[in-house]
Antibody, heavy 122, light 109 residues
Framework: QVTLKESGPVLVKPTETLTLTCTVS??????????VSWIRQPPGKALEWLAHIFSNDEKSYSTSLKSRLTISKDTSKSQVVLTMTNMDPVDTATYYCARMNIVAPVEYFDLWGRGTLVTVSS | SSELTQDPAVSVALGQTVRITCQGD??????ASWFQQKPGQAPVLVIY???IRPSGIPDRFSGSSSGNTASLTITGAQAEDEADYYCSSRDSSGNHLWVFGGGTKLTVL
């Protein structure tokens, strides 16, 4: 069974750094056809793509958040980690990790984790 | 960067057909994907590529595209189709960036 599961703190204080982990099962992070993205959704608002890591360790980041984000992976642990610095209450959101399947020229997020709600408050 | 624009809300009578649209420059170059999201749940992929449904998605869901507009059509909408729908595609910059539309709230009357 292929799954993704997010984990991390429920509550962080303003200015702190958020670290989230996505643990995947049923596929390998070294599979050339697959990558993992982080996507967030503030309460009642739309989805926002944040960052992506490919099987070859290439990384990409949202233009607007690039200075605050770092994505990495540990293939042996089947984990993808996202860090976001200088957290602010506006960063309160459900954070999802999602698998991207790549069958050129088609790319699609075919599987999502259940998400983890992160609240930023003092 | 790129933006994808969706109508905030659409309604459809039970059993009728509804089209949800997504506009953006990136759609001239890249395929859109469509996601269904029900309250409190993660998004679920319903259409990707030219018009491909993942396993388990009813065939009343279909996708199409023309120019800068992608469409999701539900033929014979059911009560359980009431949800938020999001489109997504690669950013038109040519870099490995992705964007989502603002979402469309579908109400089945």
């Amino acid at each position: 069974q292929v799954t993704l599961k997010e984990s991390g703190p429920v509550l962080v204080k303003p200015t702190e750094t958020l670290t989230l982990t996505c643990t995947v099962s049923g596929f390998s992070l070294s599979n050339a056809r697959m990558g993992v993205s982080w996507i967030r959704q503030p309460p009642g608002k739309a989805l926002e793509w944040l960052a992506h890591i490919f099987s070859n360790d290439e990384k990409s980041y949202s233009t607007s958040l690039k200075s605050r984000l770092t994505i990495s992976k540990d293939t042996s642990k089947s984990q993808v980690v996202l860090t976001m610095t200088n957290m602010d209450p506006v960063d309160t959101a459900t954070y999802y990790c999602a698998r991207m399947n790549i069958v050129a020229p088609v790319e699609y997020f075919d599987l999502w984790g259940r998400g983890t709600l992160v609240t930023v408050s003092s | 960067s790129s933006e994808l624009t969706q109508d905030p809300a659409v309604s459809v009578a039970l059993g009728q057909t509804v089209r949800i649209t997504c506009q953006g420059d990136s759609l001239r170059s890249y395929y859109a994907s469509w996601f269904q999201q029900k309250p409190g749940q993660a998004p679920v992929l319903v259409i990707y590529g030219k018009n491909i449904r993942p396993s388990g998605i009813p065939d009343r869901f279909s996708g199409s595209s023309s120019g800068n507009t992608a469409s999701l059509t539900i033929t014979g909408a059911q009560a359980e189709d009431e949800a938020d729908y999001y489109c997504s595609s690669r950013d038109s910059s040519g870099n490995h960036l992705w964007v989502f539309g603002g979402g469309t709230k579908l109400t089945v009357l």
